[in-house]
């Protein structure tokens, strides 16, 4: 990748809700010698986005583009080392960008939380993103970094240690914060285009559907995504009862896709999964085949209505609009705490915790992709040397673990 370029940091979307969250974060923990730009549609709104930053952006360039523009979308991504961007969803709006940074050879991060569009990106340009030294890094967010680096930083330890491979796995989730117009949004292109082509599901369905090599896809028998059950069975110091996890069928193929990126080094009998905590109160119960069946009649329906257009205009008034949020004091107040429970093939028990402050989909996830797009920057001598269409611990792994503990998310591992 070329070292003299215009930009070291662009933000596209820096006009949308998610984008300005990344952009004051960017402003407020950026070097301040970082080169950085702002992208969007508009030159008048990205203009005054600038000028909302204040003194700290003032120098910021700006850079006029549309996600439907290739040959702007190819000039952008010849003019920086990286470009992060929260336009979406990416299954609708994002490939054209993957595909010009594949050329540049240019860094990306996005938040997408779509295994449609990783797996047609992987298809489509992984083998021209390794010949150009691009990193195309996915999820990058609240989806699905806290996942990805956990279990990382479990096989890190297990190596520092000499205990073993990886084997039973379990992330558990407890979180305040709402659920953003851009995720859902996300689902909805999603089921459109299973409703489109049904072939699609086996994408959604499959755990090793992201793989980087289908013929060396483990055999562990079968691994769900859907739970319901008592907390003790996955660690017997636990009480109340855990419930399907909303994210976890996204999160746990990007990190299956870590584990054949980096050679398989987690273990080829690793079996992992995500649930959510449903609390310890007498009521835990009822609350967690609430959030299960919940989880699964939204799904049923919302693909029933994706099929035709009555139910996608039906599902245009009831559901929040992309590019909203919650208030400032929501966003403050919100919290993730991640807890993934392993056992190795020696016999060891360890604890992974990742835990931060703010509103996961919004306050904390402007920090996490934040810190991507700072790090694939300008932490290019910390990373793996892998290129292509990438997870964050395969692109980044320690380098991104060191940048997000200094900016105050707990990450750590113990040994039981």
């Given amino acids: 990748m070329a070292e003299n370029r215009e930009f070291d940091l662009i933000l596209f979307g820096a006009t949308g809700f998610v984008g ?38 003032a120098n910021w360039g700006l850079v006029v583009a549309d996600s439907t523009d290739q ?14 961007t929260t336009v979406g969803p990416y299954l609708r709006y994002g490939m054209p960008l993957v595909a010009a940074c594949a050329k540049a050879g240019t860094h990306y991060a996005d938040l997408t939380g779509e295994p449609l569009f990783i797996r047609d990106a992987i298809d489509g340009y992984h083998d021209e993103a390794v010949a150009s030294g691009a990193k195309i890094v996915n999820s990058c967010g609240y989806d699905s970094i806290p996942s990805d680096l956990s279990v990382y930083q479990l096989y890190r330890a297990t190596v520092a240690d000499n205990t073993g491979e990886l ?5 558990i989730a407890s979180a305040k914060g709402g659920v953003s117009g851009g995720t859902i949004d996300s689902g909805r292109a999603m089921m459109e285009a299973i409703a489109e ?5 086996s994408v959604m369905m499959h755990p090793y559907s992201l793989s980087p090599d289908k013929s060396m896809d483990p055999d562990v028998g079968r691994q769900s995504d859907q739970a319901l059950e008592r907390a003790s069975n996955i660690d017997p110091s636990l009480d109340g009862w855990v419930s399907t996890f909303v994210m976890a069928a996204h999160n746990t193929k990007v990190v299956r896709r870590s584990n054949g990126l980096l ?20 009521a835990a119960p009822l609350v967690a085949a609430g959030i299960a069946g919940g989880i699964v009649a939204t799904m049923a329906v919302g ?32 919290w993730f705490t991640m807890k993934t429970y392993a056992r190795t093939t020696s016999g060891a028990k360890y604890l992974a915790t990742f835990s931060g402050k703010g509103d996961p989909g919004y306050k904390a996830t402007a920090v996490l992709l934040g810190e991507s797009g700072l790090c694939l920057a300008l932490d290019t001598g910390k990373q793996p040397e892998l290129a292509g269409i990438l997870t964050p611990a395969a692109a980044m792994g320690d380098a991104l673990t060191e940048r997000l ?11 039981a």
């Fill in 263 to 282: 050679g398989w080094v987690y273990g080829k009998n690793f079996r992992y999964r995500e649930v959510m905590s449903a609390g310890k109160s007498a």
């Fill in 197 to 201: 082509d049904s072939s699609k599901a």
């Fill in 405 to 415: 503990r200094a900016a105050g998310m707990t990450i750590e591992v113990e040994r």
């Fill in 71 to 84: 040959e702007a979308l190819d000039a952008m991504a010849s003019r920086t080392k990286v470009v992060v």
């Fill in 303 to 334: 693909s029933v209505l994706s099929r035709a257009e009555v139910g996608r205009k039906l599902l245009d008034r009831v559901l929040p609009k992309p590019g909203t949020g919650p208030s400032e004091k929501a966003r403050n107040s919100g």
């Fill in 20 to 57: 300005k969250l990344t952009a004051e974060y960017l402003r407020d923990a950026a070097p301040v010698e970082a080169r950085i730009g702002l992208a969007g549609r508009s030159l008048d709104k990205l203009t005054g986005v600038r000028a909302e930053l204040g003194a700290g952006a």
């Fill in 167 to 171: 084997l039973d796995t379990t992330l």
